[in-house]
Nanobody
Framework: QVQLVESGGGLVQPGGSLKLSCAAS????????MGWFRQAPGKEREFVAS????????RYADSVKGRFTVSRDNARNMLYLQMNRLKPEDTAVYYC?????????????????WGQGTQVTVSS
């Protein structure tokens, strides 16, 4: 079992920045691909970013490329998402995710463990 706990969500104005954190515990998390997904009201959960624990390679959704940065601290079992130049369409619940079966996450069925989610609201 892997436990994931997100923090850092909140209300931010358009153009602002926010950094999400995810604390991972339980089974050896260095074996897992980690990432972030988000879900807006009335929409399906969608991929945001992913990082490989082994070599730090990353993948991003086109909608966040150049604005968001995913990173991790292996020693502390922490995952981060730095979000810059936020837009109202980034408003959603953001979920930390872990998957053992792939090198990089991209689709929700690849996820083995989910966090409880943290709300991000971008509004003036």
């Amino acid at each position: 079992q892997v436990q994931l706990v997100e923090s850092g969500g909140g209300l931010v104005q358009p153009g602002g920045s926010l950094k999400l954190s995810c604390a991972a515990s339980g089974r050896i998390v260095t074996d897992y691909a980690m990432g972030w997904f988000r879900q807006a009201p009335g929409k399906e959960r969608e991929f945001v970013a992913s990082i490989s624990w082994s070599d730090g390679s990353t993948r991003y959704a086109d909608s966040v490329k150049g604005r968001f940065t995913v990173s991790r601290d292996n020693a502390r079992n922490m995952l981060y998402l730095q979000m810059n130049r936020l837009k109202p369409e980034d408003t959603a619940v953001y979920y930390c995710a872990a998957g053992l079966r792939v090198v990089l996450l991209r689709f929700p069925p690849e996820v083995d463990y989910w966090g409880q989610g943290t709300q991000v609201t971008v509004s003036s």
